[in-house]
């Protein structure tokens, strides 16, 4: 459970700076001016969003617990790994966050909708299907996303000057990439 609970803490720390939704934290924060709120609100999303993740992770991993599924999971993990390595950028309109109603339901709203379909969620669904706690994964991706944000939140621009993204999305595809070969040798059988 520990094993569960740090891994994917480490993995959505690291794979969400640099994201989108670390980039939108950044945008709210110097828009909104409510960085309680603004914490608040991105929380809520994400406990919303990856406990959902996390659970579409364990029940589809429990219905198909055959070897080609979990190869499946581990070639997903190495996927990611790739994936994490290309830097998200803001498109031209998402600049223009506009706030319609409290700075906490502006961030639920856009954290929750941008988080569809980004790395972190289909991360958290790979972490659900390789721990089958959905509990757990949801826990440790919801603090490694504050850990990520909360900074963001606080220190913005001057956060993102002073860290390399470069190397943080490195060491993030050098996670996944160790969480797909990992299951890949459980597969094969190469670990006891």
């Known amino acids: 459970m520990l ?5 994917s803490t480490a993995v959505v720390a690291l794979a969400e700076i640099g994201d989108k939704t670390m980039l939108l934290a950044i945008v709210l924060a110097a828009r909104l001016r409510a960085p309680w709120a603004i914490l608040a609100g991105i929380l809520v999303a994400t406990m919303a969003n990856h406990a959902l993740a996390a659970l579409v992770g364990s029940q589809v991993a429990g219905l198909l617990d055959a070897p080609w599924f979990r190869t499946a999971v ?3 993990f190495i996927a990611m790994a790739a994936w994490t390595l290309i830097p998200d950028k803001f498109d031209d309109d998402d600049d223009n966050v506009t706030q319609r109603g409290s700075a906490f339901l502006t961030t639920l709203v856009a954290f929750f909708l941008v988080e569809m379909g980004d790395k972190t ?3 958290t ?3 659900g299907a390789q721990y089958h706690s959905v509990l757990v994964v949801a826990a440790g991706t919801t603090l490694g996303m504050m850990l990520a944000n909360g900074p963001a939140v606080f220190l913005g621009e001057k956060l993102v000057e002073k ?3 470069k190397l943080t999305r490195t060491i993030a595809a050098l996670l996944f990439l160790l969480l797909g070969l990992w299951q890949l040798a459980e597969v094969l059988g190469w670990l006891g």
Do not use: D
């Open 3 to 7: 094993e569960a609970f740090l891994a």
């Open 163 to 165: 860290i390399s993204l």
């Open 125 to 127: 669904i790979a972490l």
């Open 74 to 76: 581990a070639l997903g």
């Open 121 to 123: 969620q289909v991360a």
